[in-house]
């Protein structure tokens, strides 16, 4: 029963997250810290229970080990600090794959589950990103359309010279017949290059808004260097603005200024989760 209890309180804490962040963009310090607090203690209820020491022993481990996954990704600049916080109560409240959920399915498990978790979530976010990115490229098309061509036209001589360089090692993987091996890796390369087009494309038409100074909160990515009266008050960094900061623009009588508006990636961290229980490793269904 406490395993039931587990899941159900991670799918609750993840689905509630994930609309936080559909819909403000942020998850609240509230709502990580007590998924955090309930992950360790009904761990520990657990280990009590049964007197085995090994659940609040692996949700410590899972804890740690998604503190230092999230941290990297957070100083990354890949994710905010309410993703990273997430991930943290992930790891405590089900490091190990719920046994009781073996009843109903037949996941595969031939990595620890904490592996299986953070590479599913990761791989769901890269899906996840790029289908919001062609959601926002259809509802903003016209601007999206201009972009893309300003893109393509200021890179044509670097996209050319790629072009030439694939069909070159195209050419000579026919000669030497190693086009099983070079082919799938041409094709590869020219999707990430294709796909970084496109998301950059997206980002500069649609993705960048001007907000007053009161609406900024915590983390939010400003991308401009700002000044006021020859001095600089703010300079962009990967992990946002902070509080401090902020409050300095308001002191500096700053009314608007231009923010990047991020993926809402908690999403990502429901579908990863939920395939993990369903499925485990995606990775051997992939490929």
Same mark, same amino acid.
């Given at each position: ?17 994930? &609309? ?18 309930? !992950? ?16 609040? &022993? ?65 791989? !769901? ?38 072009? *030439? ?26 999707? &990430? ?12 038409? @649609? ?8 609406? *900024? ?10 000044? @006021? ?24 009588? &700053? ?33």
């Amino acid at each position: 029963m406490i395993e039931y209890f587990l899941v159900l309180v991670a799918l609750a804490y993840v689905i509630a997250a994930t &609309i936080f962040d559909v819909k403000t963009r942020e998850v609240p310090d509230w709502l990580n810290f007590s998924f955090i607090a309930v !992950a360790i203690f009904a761990n520990l209820m657990y280990s009590l229970m049964t007197k085995e020491w090994s659940y609040i &022993i692996y949700s410590l481990v899972g804890l740690v080990t998604f503190f230092c996954l999230g941290s990297l990704m957070y100083h990354a600049g890949q994710w905010g600090g309410g993703d990273a916080k997430l991930l943290i109560g992930l790891g405590a409240i089900i490091p190990t794959y719920p046994k009781i959920l073996l009843n109903y399915f037949n996941p595969n498990l031939n990595i620890p589950f904490l592996v299986i978790l953070a590479f599913n979530i990761l791989i !769901a976010g890269g899906f996840y990103g790029l289908v919001f990115s062609v959601g926002i490229a259809i509802k903003n098309k016209n601007k999206f359309s201009r972009e893309f061509k300003s893109i393509l036209k200021l890179n044509q001589k670097r996209i050319l010279s790629v072009l *030439l360089i694939l069909l070159l090692a195209f050419c000579l993987a026919i000669l030497f017949e190693i086009s099983v091996i070079v082919i799938p890796f041409i094709l590869v390369v020219s999707f &990430i290059g294709l796909t970084f087009l496109f998301i950059k494309a997206v980002e500069n038409s @649609s993705m960048y808004k001007l907000i007053d100074v009161k609406y *900024l909160t915590e983390g939010d990515w400003v991308v401009k260097t700002i000044k @006021s009266r020859g001095k600089i008050v703010y300079s962009p960094n990967l992990l946002g603005i902070t509080n401090k900061e902020i409050s300095k623009l308001k002191k500096s009588n &700053i009314k608007k200024v231009l923010v990047k508006d991020g993926l809402p990636f908690v999403p990502a961290f429901l579908i990863g989760l939920l395939i993990s229980l369903v499925w485990g490793n995606i990775f051997l269904l992939i490929f």
